[in-house]
């Protein structure tokens, strides 16, 4: 199917292919010129010269919309808490929610490739972490509903996600179990009319506030009466009924990305239809993988969005502030560490779009599980280091709010964190890769 085929729901991105196209050829050209000078340069974040043309549509389609949201707008909503929902309304109206979800639905049809371009563009954008954040989940969590859904689910629950109406959070990490998912205690108790009685906690759930559905992964065989560790979890789609007595909120205080919510949720005999289930009983792990790896790529896109925005921000203080008759950015000791932070991201930029280019191949999972992984450790840490530098360029202004370095490094951490840590990817890179023994 043709990049306009698929895209004819969202007409601003048909309109958008021939500067697109005019734009990645001067990128490319003007990359190769620029080497020999420095003068008038002013650096642009990340090369787009590795995008393909659907994807430079995508950045250039977000990139408008995000120009509607300064600065000021983020370091607001940061500082209040408040949740920039405008965005979400924004994307949303423009069908950008179902960038990856089937055009049948009312989805774009595009891959995890676009939608880590589209993140990566709302990040660098400057909204950050909590911009992407947005809409993060109704992305990568939707990915295990269309492919495990029967069409009738897809047909009821997808596209009232992709219009706006409606959001989903995602429900799998656990106050004790934490990244031990196959040892996870929310249960699910069938009744004999088929529905289910869902008693646990969930804890980081992102956006809960906002959201009139979960994607919940909680156990349908006791741990106990398992032969293998990787069932006895099943998926379901869930209403959020706040009016019920067993579904309770709280949201987590936090160090960064403030304008979104992050809550701990406690279920306690909360009733759920049969047809809330996805897929078959006791495969929930098998497909919420499916999504993991997905938002792996997306969250490795957020990381350096975050660490271009920084390096671009450093660059150009950099360049402007003057201290003992020079600009700063003329000693080594500042050049070379912004350089080398460049070197990363570009490294790490190159590995996402690998991983994300396997998993719209469909290649085989464990490929894309070493793929995925790997970029979302490069990419934190590159994003990470550009954001610590981006601080300490700025001296004591890199701890001022005006200057919005400092909101960047607090956000930075959250893809080292999370969904995984770094340590366990290497843990899995470890053992999957290298042929290790299992040190965990």
Not at 283 to 295: D, R, S, W
Request: hydrophobic residues 40%; glycine residues 10%.
């Amino acid at each position: 199917m043709s990049i306009s085929t698929r895209i004819t729901l969202l007409p601003r991105l048909l309109t958008a292919l021939p500067r697109a196209v005019g734009r990645r050829i001067r990128s490319a050209n003007v990359g190769i010129r620029s080497q020999s000078t420095s003068a008038g340069i002013e650096f642009a974040g990340m090369d787009t010269s590795i995008l393909s043309e659907s994807q430079l549509m995508v950045r250039e389609s977000i990139e408008k919309i995000c120009s509607q949201f300064l600065d000021s707008y983020w370091a607001e909503a940061d500082a209040t808490g408040k949740y920039p929902g405008d965005l979400h309304a924004a994307l949303a109206k423009d069908g950008w929610i179902g960038i990856a979800l089937p055009e049948n639905l009312g989805g774009a049809g595009l891959g995890i490739s676009e939608a880590t371009v589209m993140l990566q563009t709302i990040a660098e954008s400057g909204a950050g972490i909590a911009g992407a954040q947005t809409v993060h989940a109704n992305i990568y969590a939707t990915m295990p509903v269309a492919k495990f859904a029967t069409e009738e689910q897809r047909g009821e629950f997808l596209p009232k996600l992709i219009s706006g109406k409606e959001r989903a959070c995602f429900g799998v990490t656990e106050p004790e179990s934490g990244l031990d998912t196959l040892r996870l205690r929310t249960k699910a108790e069938k009744q004999s009319d088929g529905s289910y009685l869902v008693t646990g906690s969930k804890i980081w759930i992102t956006n809960a506030q906002q959201c009139q559905y979960m994607i919940l992964l909680a156990r349908t065989t006791p741990i106990e009466q398992v032969t293998k560790q990787s069932s006895g979890l099943s998926m379901f789609y869930i209403p959020l009924d706040r009016s019920h007595p067993g579904l309770t909120m709280s949201k987590i205080p936090k160090m960064g990305g403030r304008a979104v919510d992050a809550n701990e949720v406690f279920l306690e005999d909360y009733p759920i239809p049969a047809s809330s289930l996805i897929g078959k009983e006791g495969e929930g792990f098998k497909q919420i993988l499916h999504g993991m790896n997905a938002e792996r790529c997306l969250l490795a896109g957020e990381a350096l969005g975050l660490g271009y925005a920084a390096l671009k921000r450093a660059a150009r203080y950099a360049k402007e502030r003057v201290v003992f008759g020079r600009p700063i950015g003329q000693n080594q000791s500042i050049q070379h560490a912004l350089a080398d932070s460049y070197a990363q991201l570009l490294a790490a930029t190159h590995t996402t779009y690998h991983a994300a280019r396997l998993y719209d191949s469909c290649a085989p999972a464990v490929a894309v599980g070493v793929a995925a992984n790997t970029a979302k450790y490069l990419a934190a840490e590159a994003g990470f280091k550009a954001c610590e530098r981006a601080v300490m360029v700025h001296g004591g202004m890199g701890y001022a709010q005006e200057f919005h370095v400092e909101r960047y490094l607090r956000e930075s951490f959250v893809p080292r964190i999370a969904p995984v840590s770094r340590e366990m990817i290497l843990n899995f890179l470890g053992e999957r890769v290298l042929g290790l023994p299992r040190s965990y």
